[in-house]
């Protein structure tokens, strides 16, 4: 069974420029996770979907970075502009409503330089 | 926010041995979970526990839903080389809906 697919595995940009990485949860799974994770802070909630609804994006570090879920198959993370300081490993992860296991995907490596 | 100490930071050990890592909040958690993350990888589901005392194995690996609610262990049994990883203990708070929170890591290094 395929599990949570993302893309682009690896990015590198400059500074300004706008970044989309884009994530398809595993089939049948409802509820969508948007992962940062860098060395000095760890693994950080962005923002997560329920039934392609934003439920808490109190994770969204500003208004530079944005969330989308048009539908249960398919998600976005938008940064515009994006900034050095962004640069991390961004995992998207799914699981079933109500279970609290979510499923990882392999990561989209940032670099803005 | 709440948080979850995670020890130890980092473990080298040789082939063969056992392992014990922990986690420890003050906070109640309704679920532990531990994942493992390969280099390059995301993390990857290990055990899930949904219940105080709980103790459940996966092959070479063991974990414990503390009796407080308030702690968890994972011990992994003769380890190998491919155990090397980064180990994450991850709780679903009660009042949390479906956020997790994350330690910050067990780094485990394995000596042939």
């Known amino acids: 069974d395929a599990g949570v697919i993302q893309s682009p595995r690896h990015e590198v940009t400059e500074m300004g420029q706008e970044v989309t990485l884009r994530c398809k949860p595993i089939?049948?799974?409802?509820?969508l996770f948007w992962y940062r994770q860098t060395m000095m802070r760890g693994l950080e909630l962005l923002i997560y979907?329920?039934?392609?609804?934003?439920?808490?994006d109190s994770g969204m570090p500003e208004d530079r970075f944005s969330a989308k879920m048009p539908n249960a198959s398919f998600s976005t993370l938008k940064i515009q502009p994006s900034e050095p300081r962004d640069s991390a490993v961004y995992f998207c992860?799914?699981?079933?409503?109500?279970?609290?296991?979510?499923?990882f995907g392999p990561g989209t490596r940032l670099l803005v330089l | 926010g709440q948080q979850l100490n995670q020890s130890p930071q980092s473990m080298f050990i040789q082939e063969g041995e056992d392992v014990s890592m922990n986690c420890t909040s003050s906070?109640?958690?309704?679920?532990w979970l531990w994942y493992k993350q390969d280099p390059g990888e995301g993390p990857v589901l290990l055990i899930a526990?949904?219940?105080?005392?709980e103790l459940t194995s996966n092959g070479r690996l063991t974990a414990q839903f503390g009796i407080t609610r308030k702690d968890s262990f994972l011990n992994i049994s003769a380890s190998i080389p491919s155990d090397v990883g980064i180990y994450f203990c991850?709780?679903?708070?009660?009042?949390?809906?479906?956020?997790?929170?994350f330690g910050e890591g067990t780094q485990l290094t394995v000596n042939p």
């Open positions: 992860a799914s699981s079933l409503s109500g279970m609290e296991t979510q499923y």
């Open positions: 089939s049948g799974h409802n509820s």
């Open positions: 979907f329920n039934n392609n609804v934003p439920i808490d």
């Open positions: 906070s109640i958690f309704n679920t």
């Open positions: 526990l949904y219940k105080a005392g």
């Open positions: 991850a709780g679903q708070l009660p009042t949390s809906g479906s956020r997790l929170t």
